[in-house]
């Protein structure tokens, strides 16, 4: 049972540390609106995320006014559309009726305009895919990611071909808001049934009829917590994280179940994700800087964020019931004010966070690159990612801009939880070759665990 001693030492938190609740996410199942129809289709699904979201804003407003606690997101994830519109010849509609359901609700965004090709593709796999940018462009609160790869079946290389030239167009529809709708798409490995957090999240097909899912942030109370312990080994350093995180994780959980309980819909998990935003002070970066490195992506980075997102995992399981998500800590450059010094130093690179993503939460996330960046060097980078995440077992992403019009030196602003990007050099030499070969990466040996 959570306590009032729990809950005032949080306050304390939110008051002077940034703490928050980042996301409460309902996941909605829309199995049961499958048709070959688009426009029965359609309605189905309007009508159907309309009546189970009806109340989640409300009730996050309630939840955030009586405890105390900002709530910043609400969100909808819902089933991969291209497993509902198997029977469609263009699911533009269907992203339309999505995001209409998403007006209509109140909540911030509605993720899961996606498809699970980690294996190979369907026709509606294949439509769905092609469709993102004009889906991305025609949307305001809609988010879509793509699975191209799995520990179990390996890496989908015709996906990955698509999904570079996908980006690419996204970026060009966009082009007037500096390519925003590729903030809004993500490329996964291993991607799991129960994120929270946008651009990624859906509701799984493992997952039952409806969940209630919350995403706790909190980069600020463990850099608050780690001023305390300077120059102590490392083993202090940990165990001072996994005390906050414990601490965090709590109130993510008394925030879960009492929305689980006023929606009359079951729990699913907190997510103990130290998501950073542009705000000072709110910074993974900072708190990487506070273990002792001078700035960011020095030598040294990759060790001390191994350190944060193991402990910050230990931490957090011991406090809820159901973690899960993608828990850990998270990277992104453009929604962190000490990532996004660290680039403009030029001491975090491209290459350097392709290495920090063997140990954080995610991996390649709101980075951008020049406008010219080719589709085949957009396939690539997200081909070494999902290898990364293939052969470690692990959630692996990438969310690219390649900003339109932009070279290294300029940047990107997309505002609020999106924050500001430096375009960020890539590579100069050609992977097109590698590319276009296509098929798939076999799944490593350590995938035959039975």
């Known amino acids: ?61 309630e ?8 709530i910043v997101n609400k969100r909808i994830s819902v089933t991969p559309a291209a497993l509902i519109a198997g029977g469609v010849d263009d699911p533009v509609p269907l992203a339309r009726a999505l995001d209409d359901a ?42 879509s990611s793509v699975n191209v790869a799995s520990t179990r079946a390996g890496i989908d290389m015709d996906a990955v071909a698509l999904l570079g030239k996908a980006i690419k167009k996204t970026a060009e529809l966009t082009k007037d808001n500096d390519g925003l709708g590729c903030a809004k798409f993500v490329a996964f490995a291993n991607a799991v049934e129960d994120n929270p957090f946008m651009a990624g999240a859906f509701h799984g097909p493992g997952e039952g009829d409806a969940a209630i899912s919350v995403g706790v942030s ?39 179940r009492e929305a689980s309980r006023r929606l009359g819909v079951p729990f699913g998990i907190v997510d103990l994700s130290l ?43 011991m406090a809820s019931s159901h973690v899960g998500g993608l828990s850990g800590a998270f990277i992104p450059v453009s929604e962190d004010i000490g990532m996004i010094r660290a680039a403009e130093k030029g001491a975090l690179t491209l290459d350097k966070l392709e290495a920090m993503t063997c140990v954080c939460s995610v991996g390649l996330d709101m980075i951008a690159v020049p406008g010219d960046t080719s589709a085949e060097t957009i396939s690539a980078i997200i081909a070494d990612e999902a290898a990364i995440g293939m052969i ?16 290294v030196g300029d940047s990107v602003e997309f505002g609020g939880l999106l924050g500001r990007a430096p375009v960020m050099p890539v590579h100069e030499f050609s992977s097109a070759a590698f590319i276009r070969r296509g098929g798939r990466i076999p799944a490593p040996l350590n995938s035959l665990k039975n």
């Open 102 to 143: 998403a007006k209509t609700t109140g909540v911030d965004f509605i993720g899961g305009y996606s498809a699970l090709v980690q294996k190979g593709m369907t026709d509606a796999d294949r439509r769905l895919i092609e469709s993102i940018p004009e889906a991305l462009a025609a949307t305001r609160f809609l988010c």
């Open 1 to 61: 049972m959570i306590q009032t001693s729990e809950i005032l030492d949080t306050l304390r938190m939110i008051d002077r540390e940034k703490l928050d609740v980042r996301t409460i996410t309902m996941g909605i199942s829309l199995f049961p609106c499958v048709s070959d129809d688009i426009g029965a289709l359609c309605r189905r699904v309007y009508d159907r995320i309309a009546r189970k979201a009806e109340h989640l804003v409300a009730v996050g407003e």
């Open 218 to 256: 909190g980069p600020g109370v463990v850099k608050s917590a780690l001023e305390d312990v300077q120059g102590e080994p490392f083993d202090v350093v940990a165990e001072t994280v996994k005390r906050t995180a414990f601490r965090i994780t709590r109130i993510g959980q008394l925030v879960a």
């Open 392 to 407: 470690n077992n692990k959630t692996t992403a990438v969310r690219i801009i390649p900003a339109p019009g932009k070279k």
């Open 275 to 317: 998501a950073p935003t542009p705000a000072v002070g709110d910074s993974v970066a900072e708190i990487l800087e506070e273990m002792g490195l001078e700035v960011c992506g020095t030598h040294g980075t990759t060790a001390a964020l191994a350190l944060l997102n193991d402990a910050v995992k230990k931490g957090g399981v």
């Open 63 to 70: 939840i955030e006014r009586e405890f105390g606690v900002p």
